[in-house]
């Protein structure tokens, strides 16, 4: 299966290619498990990208349509695992938002879901591409839009216990 995954910027930098999504002190929100998760997530969509356009001569003998499977699988699990822990968190503190940070959750996850639906289809590489591009664009808006204003809370409620 082909998988036209060129489209997708990634921009290269000397000898080695640039990562899709930087992981950068604009992404942090200064909450211990928030901030490792969000960096694991990350890392995930990032190698999502790399077996979606990477050479294939780099994935070490796995085939591109296993590699993209495994990667797309990864991100959806390390994506779901990380909003039951805020969800969680949110439980125990009372978060008074926790309705509307839940929906923003479950919009993406069901957006992953229909990703995931046609990954044997012909159309499955502009599938994941527009996957990959609709998580960046949410995770920036959601850890800048709610996740910095969850951690404050969870902090600050940590700090009057
Ligand atoms: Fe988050
Ligand atoms: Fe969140």
């Known amino acids: ?26 992404l942090k929100v200064g909450h211990r498990f928030m901030d490792q998760d969000h960096e ?8 999502l990208v790399e077996a979606l356009v990477g050479d294939i001569d780099e994935l070490a003998g796995v085939s591109r349509h296993h590699a993209i499977e495994g990667a797309f699988a990864s991100l959806r699990a390390v994506t779901e695992a990380h909003f039951r ?10 978060y008074p938002e926790l309705a509307i940070h839940k929906a923003q959750h479950d919009a993406l996850l069901a ?3 229909t990703a995931s639906d046609p990954l044997h289809s012909p159309a499955a ?20 839009n709610y996740d910095v204003a969850l951690a404050d809370w ?6 009057t216990e």
């Not at 590489?125 to 920036?140: D, L, M, N, V």
């Open 1 to 26: 299966m082909r998988y036209p995954g060129s489209s997708l910027v990634v921009t290269t930098k000397g000898a080695g290619r640039m990562a899709y999504i930087d992981w950068t002190e604009c």
């Open 40 to 47: 694991r997530m990350v890392a995930c969509l990032n190698q």
């Open 85 to 94: 822990h805020e969800e969680a968190a949110m439980a125990v503190q009372q």
């Open 111 to 113: 957006q992953l879901r």
């Open 125 to 144: 590489g502009a599938s994941i591409q527009f996957a990959i591009r609709f998580w960046r664009e949410w995770f920036e808006y959601h850890v800048e």
């Open 154 to 159: 969870l902090l600050a409620s940590t700090r």
